[in-house]
C-alpha cells in the first residue's frame, strides 16, 4: 500500500526548483530514499513513474535529474493523474502526466514520441487516497459501496464478483490473490448472504468475512484484509498489469538503466523477483548440452539480491512501510 498523508508545503513556480523550494503535495512516499538512490536518476535523464499516485517519488526524481531531466508519470487513477499533476506543476514541462496503466507504457511512450528511457519506478498497491476515500470502497474501516475500482471506467466493481461469481471462482480469487487459507469457508459465507440479499457495501461484505473466524482477543491483521486484498487484485488485474508492465519495462530501459519496484505483499514480490532473476540468466540449456544451443545471454543485472525493507524509524512514522519491499535491477 503506498502512503499518503496531509504535508502542506508551499513553493514558487519554477522548471527545477532550489533546495529550499518545496511542493504541495500530500504524499509520504514509501522508502523515497532507497527507491531514488537505486534508481539513480541523473541531468537531462528520463524516467518513468508508473504509479504515480500523488507524485512523492516522482518529486524527488525530479528534483535529482535536474535542470533538465524528465519524468513520465502515469496513474490509471484518473483522480490520482490529476493530483500529481497539481503537485508537480512546480516542475514545468520537466513532467509529463498520462491517466493510464502502467502495462501500457510502450504505447504513452510511442504517442509521447520516446523508444527508450533511463529508469522506471513502479509503486505497486493501494493509497491512502484510497483507503481514506470511502465512496471509492477499498476500506474495510468504513461504510462505503464496494467498488474497489482504481480506474472507475472498469466495467466490473468488487460487487459484481461477490454476487456474480461461482463458489470454486470466488475460492480461487480469494486463495490464489489473497493467500487466504480459509478462502472455501468465506466464499461458502458469501454465497448464503447473497442468496438473503445482494453485497453492496464493504462494511457488510467485512462483517460476513469476519464471521467465518473464531474471536480472538489479538490478531495481526483484520479477518477481512486478504479478502479484500484478493477482491481488489482480482477487479483491477493487477497481477496481469504487473507481469505485463515490467515485460514492456525491461524492452523500454536503455543499457545501465535502472527499474526499480516496490511492492506490498508476497504474491507481487515473488513475480518481480522471478521475473528479474529470469532476465538476469544467461544459457538455459540442459547441463548435459556440450554447447549452448539457446543463445539466450542476461538482459538484467540484479541490484537487490534481498528486498530491502523501511527501517524501524520509517515504520513508526509510516505504518503502511512495514509490509513494503523494494527490489531493483540493472538493464545489461
Same mark, same amino acid.
Given at each position: 500500500? @503506498?502512503?499518503?498523508? /496531509?504535508?502542506? &508545503?508551499?513553493? *514558487? /513556480?519554477?522548471n527545477t526548483p532550489s533546495s529550499e523550494q518545496t511542493l504541495n503535495l500530500v504524499h509520504t512516499p514509501v522508502l523515497l530514499k532507497?527507491? %531514488?538512490? !537505486? !534508481?539513480?536518476p541523473r541531468p537531462g535523464g528520463i524516467y518513468v513513474d508508473g504509479t504515480i499516485g500523488a507524485g512523492g517519488h516522482a518529486a524527488e526524481i !525530479?528534483?535529482?535529474?535536474?535542470?533538465?531531466?524528465?519524468?513520465?508519470?502515469?496513474?490509471?487513477?484518473? *483522480? +490520482?493523474?490529476?493530483?500529481?499533476? &497539481?503537485?508537480?506543476a512546480v516542475y514545468g514541462d520537466r513532467a509529463i502526466i498520462r491517466q493510464s496503466n502502467f502495462r501500457d507504457v510502450l504505447r504513452v511512450l510511442t504517442e509521447l514520441g520516446y523508444r527508450t528511457v533511463d529508469g522506471v519506478l513502479l509503486d505497486l498497491g493501494v493509497s491512502w487516497f484510497h483507503l481514506k476515500t470511502p465512496e471509492r470502497g477499498f476500506s474495510f474501516m468504513q461504510d462505503g459501496p464496494l467498488d474497489m475500482r482504481m480506474? /472507475?471506467?472498469?466495467r466490473q466493481s468488487a460487487a459484481n464478483l461477490v454476487n456474480d461469481l461461482s463458489h470454486d471462482a470466488l475460492v480461487r480469487i480469494i486463495r490464489e490473490y489473497g493467500e487466504e487459507r480459509m478462502a472455501g469457508a468465506i466464499a461458502s459465507a458469501i454465497e448464503k448472504a447473497r442468496a438473503r440479499e445482494p453485497i453492496t457495501r464493504t462494511v457488510q461484505l467485512a462483517e460476513i468475512v469476519s464471521s467465518v473466524f473464531p474471536p480472538r482477543a489479538h490478531r495481526r491483521i483484520h479477518p477481512a484484509t486478504l479478502t479484500f486484498q484478493a477482491l481488489r487484485i482480482a477487479v483491477n488485474d493487477e497481477i496481469r498489469s504487473l507481469r505485463e508492465g515490467l515485460d514492456?519495462?525491461?524492452?523500454?530501459? &536503455?543499457p545501465?538503466? @535502472? $527499474?526499480?519496484?516496490? /511492492?506490498?505483499?508476497? !504474491?507481487?514480490? @515473488? $513475480?518481480?523477483?522471478?521475473?528479474? %532473476?529470469?532476465? +538476469?540468466?544467461?544459457?538455459?540449456?540442459p547441463p548435459k548440452m556440450p554447447v549452448c544451443a539457446c543463445g539466450r545471454t542476461p538482459v538484467l543485472k540484479v541490484i537487490t539480491h534481498r528486498p530491502i525493507t523501511a527501517m524501524q524509524e520509517e515504520v513508526e512514522r509510516n505504518p503502511a512501510a512495514r509490509s513494503a519491499k523494494l527490489r531493483a535491477a540493472e538493464k545489461l
Open positions: 500500500m @503506498r502512503s499518503e498523508k /496531509t504535508s502542506a &508545503k508551499n513553493g *514558487e /513556480t519554477a532507497e527507491a %531514488v538512490d !537505486l !534508481l539513480a !525530479l528534483k535529482r535529474s535536474g535542470p533538465d531531466g524528465l519524468l513520465i508519470g502515469m496513474d490509471q487513477d484518473s *483522480e +490520482a493523474a490529476e493530483r500529481s499533476k &497539481k503537485n508537480l480506474n /472507475t471506467g472498469l514492456h519495462v525491461i524492452r523500454i530501459v &536503455k545501465k538503466g @535502472r $527499474i526499480v519496484v516496490i /511492492t506490498f505483499h508476497s !504474491l507481487e514480490d @515473488r $513475480i518481480v523477483k522471478q521475473m528479474f %532473476v529470469n532476465e +538476469a540468466k544467461g544459457c538455459v540449456c
